[in-house]
């Protein structure tokens, strides 16, 4: 198994070659600016999916008088789940034209994400699964215990002048606790990739499902592409069911774009310089990142010189006005 990870950036970290003899892997050494090509190991996809249609979802009444993680799927959201079950298949199976795949599925434990694993599970037969875990990090954003209606609507638009992300729900949790919690599951998902906890033969496409909720699929969003909290505040959720495909490219990137198309992300609430940074993550040499997105520097910048002796220059000149 190889000893692989992916760095704060959200780049793949491949072995020295000469440290690493495995058959699922092909090293071009001899060209040093041709993309490598990833090992098997790593995923090639992480499918991110929102639970189908509640009894909340159709009716905030349930919440005062039904605990949120027992909240079921309405009718209508087990007919989602079984068409999104469907719809994954396609896309990891190629529509039926690969055969050396597998997924690994991870679930929130509210019943309404349980219940859409279920339904999602009736598209794929036994050899296919490799395995599934319950995980309590990517549950629903804690809003309080029974949630009465008018007041509920009252705090609803307390955060919207707050802000989204920071704002803590009284006796809940705000969008940067959740952020917090699914940071916190990323690092034992990739331990689970490291020390091959998934039992995942690495001649077959590794595809992970983590069905869980709107909010923390995008803070997982969030924490895997480094956006910030501004760019947060403009993310739309997912339909009940919908689901974002992180696909792994040739260079060692993952990204939206392999999947997704640039409709898709602006409709999404993704701004132009993080659509562009998707679609160079599709093609992209794994080594080329801080050339590559000088905009993300320019997020957080006012300015910066192209050398020491320009930035000299410049303050110096600020200094004598």
């Given at each position: 198994m190889i000893n692989s990870t992916v760095d704060d950036n959200g780049h793949a970290?491949?072995?020295?070659?000469?440290?690493?003899?495995c058959h699922c892997c092909?090293?071009?050494s001899q060209n040093q600016h041709k993309p490598v090509p990833v090992p098997k190991c790593l995923p090639k996809r992480i499918i991110l999916v929102r639970h189908g249609e509640s009894e909340g979802n159709k009716d905030d009444a349930m919440y005062t008088v039904t605990p949120d993680y027992r909240i079921?799927?309405?009718?209508?959201?087990?007919d989602q789940a079984k068409d999104a079950g469907s719809r994954i298949f396609d896309i990891v199976s190629d529509n039926g034209s690969e055969d050396n795949w597998k997924v690994y599925f991870y679930v929130s434990p509210y019943v309404?994400?349980?219940?859409?694993?279920r339904e999602i599970g009736r598209a794929f037969s036994r050899r296919r699964v490799l395995g599934v875990r319950e995980e309590c990090r990517i549950r629903e954003q804690d809003f309080g215990n029974f949630q009465v209606a008018d007041r509920m609507k009252v705090i609803k638009q307390t955060r919207e002048r707050f802000g989204r992300f920071f704002y803590r729900f009284p006796e809940g949790e705000s969008a940067a606790d959740v952020y917090d919690r699914v940071s916190s599951f990323l690092e034992s998902l990739w331990r689970d990739i490291d020390m091959n906890r998934l039992h995942h033969d690495p001649n077959d496409d590794l595809n992970l499902v983590i069905i869980s909720h709107g909010l923390a699929s995008r803070v997982f969003l969030m924490k895997w592409f480094k956006w910030t909290v501004e760019q947060f505040e403009y993310l739309s959720n997912l339909g009940n069911c919908g689901f974002r495909v992180i696909q792994l490219g040739?260079?060692?990137e993952y990204s939206l774009?392999?999947?997704h198309t640039e409709e898709e992300m602006l409709e999404w609430g993704l701004s132009p310089e993080m659509i562009s940074d998707q679609k160079w993550r599709a093609h992209a040499s794994r080594s080329s990142w801080k050339d590559k997105c000088s905009w993300y520097l320019d997020a957080f910048f006012d300015h910066l010189a192209n050398?020491?002796?320009?930035?000299?220059d410049e303050v110096k000149s600020d200094f004598s006005d």
């Open positions: 970290q491949i072995p020295d070659q000469q440290q690493h003899h092909q090293f071009h079921p799927l309405t009718p209508k959201g087990i309404r994400a349980r219940s859409t694993l040739l260079g060692g774009a392999v999947h050398s020491d002796e320009d930035d000299y």
